[in-house]
């Protein structure tokens, strides 16, 4: 007898359940788009216990006959494809017909809906592939699918679901992405009896990000556009302020379909290469539109991934519209103060558990400028207010805290700490640190300069030599045309040894050996996706790194007046290469509030 058995239809739906319904989140992702196809402009859904007890979702869609109701839970019965051609041309976001099967086959569902023409409602029950007769009954028109008890006779795959907490997280994550592609739709979240989102239809998408996530979210976006060769663009991107330690706030959406692409967030992320930390990513919403014959979405059950038909270019159009609208905004940071304590309002008592270590950084040192300015509070002239005057006392215990006291009155700037300088502006006053701000300076000096020809070197007058492994000269014989545009000049000087006879002029005050030596550690250790121009970003930012002003050292008024005059005319001058913020805003308003005259 053989050993080989043809399974039966419910099995098969069983089977195909495993690769669509991973857990209640994957329910409520599929019923929510079928809602959407059918043309619903108001979605309501209910949860209980993390979808493992009920996820029941009602729209005011077209809605499903008695034929239609009982056809739609036939395993690929759908109403979005007739033919193969169709698959090239696919515009909705569910068309496999696999969703409702599946669903049915390991749950209790109970589906009633009603067409705009119908004299009444249809309904139908599913136990697990158990199929009743369709019944009429009263409805409203649209559907309402019912699914309860999921994976409830496969205790093998019940046992693999987590705790209602973590299933509910999963569903509101599938709600949001639902809620953010579809702004315009009227869409309710309720969870055991809460409602946790309710979001009217707007025509703001700003709005509803405030909504979803936070007011102070949604005005910390700026808005990029492009439409060139058949792809049009429209992003909604976040300053650097507000980015986080893991890419899940990158939202990325195809013709409305939320997707997850490498190409993609591989744009982004060089985007906004030099405007954050490197362990830092953008908050973005990304909305792709393009024809459909440009892409496969029918490459996996979710959905979730496509295949472009021209990779590259999709890369290349995101990469120039976000680059280009980065690199023309101003990203300097407007310092929020806390609010005065009511047990000390003299300065700030602390730091909450919430602060993150740069805003404690930017805290302590508006800490000593509100604690300067209240010991000079009776001096009468805004020049002397901002404390541009030869007596200067110091703060606290902080020893030395103004200590540049010959400044331009013209430019109204100051040095504090030996690291930071004030500037006043027309609304307040900026604080720049001055080795972020030189370091930016420096940096896109020397892009210019590398890409016209070399940068600017001195012949040593005793050449320095180093010892350098196989290894070592390999990488030097392999990048000797980047050495010779760095204008580093590298010479044999016996068996594996080497000699600089040349060194940037930027670098006088560096170690020539050991600067070389960092430099062929860095291109020992670069990644296998170091290209050629992130590679040399990498070196620019360490030479530039090593070059620019250092924290603690004490600028005479000339030196300020160049470095402010150099930040005029610098591009992208509110970061450093690294991403830290250079520079951050302090408002009139904000001082008088500090100090009560408000």
Same mark, same amino acid.
């Given at each position: 007898m053989g050993q080989i058995n043809v399974l039966d239809q419910n099995m098969i739906n069983m089977i195909a359940a495993g690769e669509v319904i991973e857990r209640p989140a994957s329910v409520v992702k599929e019923l929510l788009e079928n809602s959407i196809d059918s043309g619903a402009t108001k979605i309501t859904v209910t949860i209980e216990d993390g979808g493992k007890k009920l996820i029941s979702i009602t729209d005011n869609g077209c809605g499903m006959d008695a034929e239609d109701l009982t056809k739609a839970f036939e395993p690929h019965a759908t109403s979005k494809i007739k033919n193969k051609d169709d698959l090239q041309n696919i515009s909705t976001l569910g068309f496999r017909g696999e969703a409702l099967a599946s669903i049915a086959s390991v749950a209790s569902v109970k589906a009633v809906s009603k067409t705009k023409t119908s004299t009444s409602a249809s309904c139908i029950e599913i136990d697990c592939g158990t199929k009743k007769s369709v019944i009429p009954? =009263?409805?409203a028109n649209g559907t309402t699918i019912e699914?309860?008890?999921?994976?409830?006779?496969? !205790?093998? %795959?019940s046992k693999f679901l /987590?705790?209602?907490?973590?299933?509910?997280?999963?569903?509101?994550e599938h709600f949001i992405r639902i809620a953010i592609a579809n702004y315009k739709l009227d869409i309710t979240l309720i969870s055991n009896g809460r409602q946790i989102h309710r979001l009217p239809a707007s025509d703001d998408l700003s709005r509803r990000i405030a909504e979803l996530f936070s007011v102070e979210l949604s005005e910390n976006l700026i808005k990029a556009e492009r439409n060139e060769r058949g792809v #049009?663009? =429209?992003?909604?991107?976040? /300053? !650097?302020?507000? =980015? %986080?330690? @893991? @890419? +899940?706030? #990158?939202y990325t959406f195809l013709n409305g379909r939320f997707i997850r692409d490498k190409a993609i967030f591989h744009a982004i992320k060089q985007s906004y290469h030099g405007s954050l930390e490197p362990n830092r990513f953008p908050v973005v919403f990304l909305f792709i539109q393009m024809p459909y014959e440009d892409y496969d979405v029918n490459v996996h059950p979710t959905k979730i991934e496509v295949r472009f038909y021209n990779t590259n270019l999709i890369h290349s159009q995101i990469l120039s519209c976000l680059? $280009?609208?980065?690199? $023309?905004? &101003?990203? &300097?940071?407007?310092? +929020?103060?806390?609010?005065? =304590?009511?047990t000390n309002n003299q300065h700030f008592t602390g730091i909450p558990n919430s602060t993150s270590s740069s805003q404690y950084r930017n805290q302590k040192v508006a800490d000593s400028i509100a604690e300067f300015f209240e010991k000079h509070k009776p001096i009468q002239t805004q020049q002397q207010q901002l404390g541009f005057h030869s007596k200067i006392a110091t703060g606290r215990k902080t020893e030395n805290i103004i200590n540049q006291a010959e400044t331009s009155k013209e430019l109204k700037a100051m040095q504090i700490q030996d690291s930071f300088i004030i500037v006043e502006t027309k &609304?307040?006053?900026?604080?720049?640190? #001055?080795?972020?701000?030189?370091? %930016?300076i420096i940096y896109e000096d020397l892009r210019r300069r590398f890409s016209v020809g070399k940068i600017e070197s001195q012949k040593c007058l005793y050449p320095e030599s180093f010892k350098v492994t196989p290894r070592q000269i390999d990488l030097l014989k392999t990048n000797a045309e980047m050495f010779e545009k760095l204008g580093i000049e590298? $010479? !044999?000087?016996?068996p594996q040894t080497y000699a600089i006879q040349a060194f940037p002029v930027l670098l006088a005050k560096a170690e020539p050996v050991k600067f070389v030596g960092d430099l062929l550690d860095l291109l020992d250790n670069k990644n296998a996706d170091f290209d050629?121009? +992130?590679?040399? &970003?990498?070196?620019? @930012?360490m030479i530039a790194c090593k070059a620019a002003i250092k924290a603690g050292q004490k600028l005479s008024s000339r030196e300020i007046e160049q470095l402010l005059a150099d930040k005029d005319i610098t591009e992208y001058a509110s970061r450093c290469p690294h991403g830290r913020p250079t520079t951050i805003k302090f408002s009139t308003a904000e001082l008088e509030k500090q100090f009560k005259r408000t």
């Open positions: 009954c =009263s409805a699914v309860r008890n999921l994976f409830y006779k496969l !205790p093998v %795959r /987590k705790t209602t907490n973590t299933e509910m997280g999963h569903i509101t #049009q663009i =429209s992003a909604l991107l976040g /300053k !650097p302020e507000i =980015s %986080r330690t @893991n @890419n +899940k706030f #990158q680059r $280009e609208k980065i690199l $023309e905004t &101003d990203f &300097d940071i407007n310092a +929020k103060l806390p609010e005065p =304590s009511a &609304d307040g006053f900026i604080i720049i640190d #001055q080795h972020a701000l030189h370091e %930016r590298l $010479e !044999p000087f016996g050629a121009d +992130k590679l040399l &970003d990498e070196v620019l @930012n």
